[in-house]
């Protein structure tokens, strides 16, 4: 091989190992007219809480024809959320914080447990859990560093996915189909579900189960390979069942268990040439072989709470499994490359890419918790978790009529199995020094533990079967004093920490053995009120957040690996104005503006002081309308219409030579149904109806050898327009 040649070979393996893979509020939940959240782990009024919470209701995600994270996340402000084609390929961030390698910055929960890794190889910060809706009660979406009460990887914030619990005391059953067209996709769509609830004794034993099926037809082509029509189709299913056991009005116990599935044909990216023109017919890709994604995912949770009367006894116990298999066509990173590997004697081809992820991950947490409503509230709490993750990697060599090429087949085989352990105590308290004052604060410690291994062998990668481990202890706190005006208005400060776990590092030479935790800090002031007797609300935010030790991907001498380095801030406000000038009628605004930048130079990802950070638009914001309306004879209608949109986006800090920017997107959505005696919806709903061009993300994708070869887009999903059917007695 050739010097240059050693050099490509030599940083393959810390390439696979580290390279990211290609509200509305909602009065649901509520008590009196209420949004109830338990966004600190106690059931409390959402204007209540000291905290910007966004709150989407499951009902509202249906009304409005949405079926994954990116559907909604324009009306919730501050939140940005783009995927590759298909649900749980997606990213999220939050008030600017955007994962620069491959593990999350903002939390997944369901219901009481966070789900997804926190491990650093496990790619959280890239396959996201993506629950379809059916059996969402409502998400709440927590801004800001949220380490005090759920602990790591929630540096910018947290999404807590909370399902509709069993009512010991009527059956009922619900079940719907569904329908819908994309613009220049491969036929029709269709959704089905069903869900039941059942007392089994009256106040005292009730089970709930619910199934869902949905079809979603591709749109995008390949120009390279005829047979790779409409690539992008997929399907989900998804099943639930629950069981609440009350026996004693002081004892609850819920057992849940959830299967959620994915398969997909291949992903909805565009591809364009260096100058922004799209390649074939403005909708397709240039791959080569199908890039398919497969999800899996099975979760089991038991939660036991007993009120003793002076506090009320929680203990939250859950187990995962998931597993994700990805292919992608690296041909252009790697294939490209067998000239120059092999002195001309091979000519490109093509290498197939497989990424097989798994996660078996379980928690325990236990928490004593005063009543409500008391002059001092205090909730006190341990948690452990216990994770095995496995990273598998496989590049496989063909020339361009897809025979194995020998010489050069595997590329690399690369295997990143790790664990992970942590252990966390905390306790958040409040008091109330008067009617007007209170204080807010709270402190957690955690301790995680690693292993790791690094398993590789190939054509031009070292055989290896080296161990790593790390350790490190973590202090993260949040104070917060608030004003309450009267019962309906509140003005509060928050300072509160946040944590992402570092760990083991890449084994190769000149590269630190270990990756530290990167830090937030989050300075915030916000308003919540309820004003004229409930015709406006307010709840407006705003925020600084220091960002430390931020984790990079940087090059030792050639050699690819993890490392900290770098300072960023990000500031601005977001907020919700709501105005009900008529029964059945409001009129939403949500918004956001967010400066998120490095604050120091940061040579190890290319970056200058004051660099936008990527996958952030500057500004965001939507509006809605929705009314509500008696028709008559136990019959009601509804409609609504909403616009959202998001300024342009990088996809690498601003001075990346292989930065690239985002179209700006304006979307026009619209919905309506009709309910017939309470039992019987006929719904219908138009997104992006308008056919906005816009992009989701836009990326410069590279060769081996890190020189531009064409760009990757994330679109805005064509104009999809859908009727449905629902039922429920």
Do not use: C
């Not at 930065?659 to 017939?676: E, G, I, M, Q």
Request: net charge negative; proline share 5%.
């Amino acid at each position: 091989m050739t010097k240059r040649a050693l050099l490509v070979a030599s940083s393959l393996i810390a390439a696979l190992a580290a390279a990211p893979a290609l509200a509305q509020e909602s009065t649901i939940g509520t008590r009196e007219g209420e949004i109830v959240v338990t966004a600190q782990k106690r059931v409390q009024n959402v204007q209540d809480v000291p905290i910007a919470i966004s709150v989407v209701g499951g009902e509202d995600i249906q009304e409005q024809g949405s079926a994954s994270l990116v559907d909604y996340a324009g009306y919730v402000p501050g939140m940005q959320a783009s995927n590759t084609g298909t649900p749980g390929q997606t990213t999220i961030t939050l008030r600017g914080v955007a994962p620069l390698n491959g593990s999350q910055t903002v939390g997944i929960y369901l219901d009481d447990a966070p789900v997804g890794s926190s491990a650093i190889y496990n790619r959280a910060g890239q396959f996201t859990i993506d629950l379809m809706p059916y059996d969402i009660q409502r998400i709440e979406v927590l801004k800001g560093p949220q380490g005090t009460l759920y602990g790591a990887s929630s540096i910018g914030g947290l999404v807590k996915y909370v399902t509709v619990q069993p009512d010991t005391r009527e059956f009922r059953v619900k079940a719907g189909a569904e329908g819908f067209a994309i613009k220049g996709g491969d036929g029709l769509g269709w959704g089905a579900q069903t869900m039941v609830n059942v007392p089994i004794v009256e106040d005292r034993l009730a089970i709930s189960a619910s199934f869902a099926w949905r079809s979603t037809p591709g749109w995008v082509d390949s120009v390279n390979n005829a047979d790779l029509d409409d690539q992008n189709s997929y399907e989900q299913r998804g099943g639930r069942v629950a069981l609440l056991w009350e026996p004693t009005p002081q004892l609850s116990v819920k057992l849940a268990g959830i299967w959620q599935s994915l398969d997909s044909d291949g992903n909805g990216l565009y591809a364009a040439d260096l100058d922004g023109n799209r390649l074939g017919d403005g909708r397709s890709f240039n791959n080569y072989v199908p890039e398919s994604y497969d999800f899996d995912l099975d979760y089991y949770s038991a939660t036991i709470d007993y009120d003793f009367g002076p506090a009320t006894l929680t203990s939250a116990t859950t187990y995962s499994k998931t597993k994700s298999a990805q292919v992608q066509d690296a041909s252009y990173a790697f294939g490209v490359l067998f000239p120059l590997l092999t002195g001309g004697a091979i000519g490109p081809g093509i290498t197939p890419f497989a990424l097989d992820l798994g996660l078996k991950k379980w928690t325990q947490e236990v928490r004593l918790a005063s009543p409500g409503g008391g002059r001092f509230e205090w909730l006190i709490g341990g948690f452990y978790t216990d994770e095995t993750t496995s990273n598998a990697q496989l590049v496989r060599s063909y020339d361009m009529d897809g025979n194995v090429i020998a010489p050069l087949d595997p590329l690399a085989i690369v295997g990143l199995p790790a664990t992970y352990k942590e252990y966390a105590v905390f306790g958040n308290g409040s008091f109330k020094f008067n009617e007007m004052f209170e204080l807010t604060a709270g402190l957690r410690w955690a301790r995680n533990e690693q292993t790791f291994r690094q398993i590789s062998e190939g054509a031009i990668v070292p055989s290896a079967n080296d161990p790593g481990k790390s350790a490190e202890s973590v202090w993260t706190f949040s104070v917060s004093p608030q004003v309450h005006f009267n019962d309906h208005a509140m003005l509060y400060g928050r300072v509160a920490t946040g944590y992402r776990p570092g760990g083991p590092n890449v084994i190769v030479p000149n590269v630190p053995p270990s990756v530290d935790a990167d830090r937030m800090t989050n300075y915030e002031v916000g308003f919540k009120g309820d004003l004229a007797d409930g015709m406006v609300s307010f709840d407006v935010a705003g925020f600084w957040m220091d960002w430390t030790d931020i984790q990079v991907t940087r090059a030792f001498g050639g050699v690819s690996g993890g490392a900290n380095g770098g300072k960023a801030t990000s500031n601005g406000f977001e907020g919700t104005v709501a105005l009900r000038p008529a029964t059945g009628l409001t009129l939403t605004a949500t918004g956001s503006y967010t400066d998120a930048s490095l604050s120091e130079d940061v040579p190890e990802i290319s970056g200058v002081d004051g660099d936008r950070l990527p996958a952030v638009p500057r500004f965001s914001g939507a509006l809605r309308a929705d009314y509500e309306f008696e028709l008559g004879g136990g019959s009601k209608g509804s409609f609504g219409a909403g616009v959202r949109h998001a300024s342009s986006r990088l996809s690498l800090v601003e001075s990346d030579p292989l930065v690239a920017r985002a179209r700006p997107y304006t979307s026009v959505d619209l919905n309506a149904s009709v309910t017939f005696n309470d039992h019987w919806t006929v719904r219908a709903y138009a997104r992006n109806l308008l056919d906005n061009k816009g992009e989701l993300a836009r990326t410069t994708l590279a060769d081996g050898l890190n020189q531009p070869s064409f760009l990757a887009i994330s679109p805005l999903q064509p104009r999809t327009v859908g009727v449905a059917l629902d039922m429920a007695f």
